[in-house]
Every structure is written in structure tokens, then in C-alpha cells.
């Protein structure tokens, strides 16, 4: 009985014309005439990389150049830190061979801490930024000019009179609305 039926599903197999192969004699079975892989066609060589260039100056308060302080160029999309460099004796930089992106130029102190920032740039293939990253007025150059608001104050004092404004300070009531 189970001779059979495995003649009969033998008979059925060679009727449709399908033969059932373990896979380790199918390659032994192969036609010596199949088709071989094509050869791998010789891919064009990729377009080099167009590179963008980011050129600046490093000022100080006073838009002095600052020279031989530390740069970098931070990508503003990630992070992360792509080049440091120092500035030449007038205070000029520039960073080579860029990638397109956004990025901002850092201006460092010694413990490599962030003084001043640009703005942001987006930097297409082959562009030339140019940027000016300027140093923060110190705080002891902010507390001398506060301190002498009162002769400032003065001229702007009498440009008020003449002008017909007669009151210097507010009224008692507030009279905004709320």
C-alpha cells in the first residue's frame, strides 16, 4: 500500500515534468551550458567632492585683530567639533576643504572655552564664506561706562528740554493699562 502511493506521486511528479532534487546534487546536476553570471560592469568613478571654504577674522571688543587665538568650526546640524585652528598674527583664519552644511566659527579662550560664536552659515559645494567672530566687552569695561551714566545723562537732559519735555522722571500714578 505504501509502495503505491509513492508511485503514484512519482507518476504525478514526472506527469507535470517537476523532479524534486536535494539541493547538494542540484549543482551536480546543473546543465553545462547555464548561463554564467555577467561580469561585473566597470562602474563610472564617482564626481569628486566639491569642498567649501570658510575665511574670517577674530576681533576684539575694540575690532582689533586678535592674533593666535584658538578657532574652531563646529557643525551646527550634529555638533560636533570639525576643525580647530589659531588665527595668524592679524587675527585671520580660514578652514580648507569643508563640506556643504551649516556650521558657526568659535572664538576660544585658553581653557578652550566658547568666548563668542557667529552666525550660522550654510555652506553650498565650492562656496567661500566669509564670517567676523567678535570678542564680548568685558565685564569691568561695562561697569566703567555704568558708572558714569550720570554725565551721559546730562546732554540727553537738555536735548529734552530743548525739545519741550519738561519731566524727568515718571508720574506718581501709573496711568498704562493693565
Known sequence: MHGQRLLA???????????????QDARRLRPATAARPAAREAKAPLPPTVLAHVNGSALSAASEGLPHVPVRL????????????TTDTRGFFAFRGVDPGSYVVELLDDGE???AASQLMSLNAAEV???TVREPVP??????ELGQANSHAAPVRSAA??????????????????
Open 161 to 178: 528740554a530743548a525739545a519741550g519735555i519738561l519731566a524727568t522722571r515718571p508720574p506718581k500714578d501709573d496711568v498704562s493699562p493693565r
Open 9 to 23: 506521486a512519482v507518476g504525478a511528479v514526472v506527469t507535470f515534468g517537476v523532479i524534486s532534487v536535494p539541493a
Open 113 to 115: 572655552r566658547v568666548l
Open 139 to 144: 565685564v569691568t569695561t561695562l561697569v566703567h
Open 129 to 131: 564664506a566669509s564670517v
Open 74 to 85: 563646529r557643525d551646527a546640524r550634529y555638533g560636533r567639533i570639525v576643525r580647530t585652528l
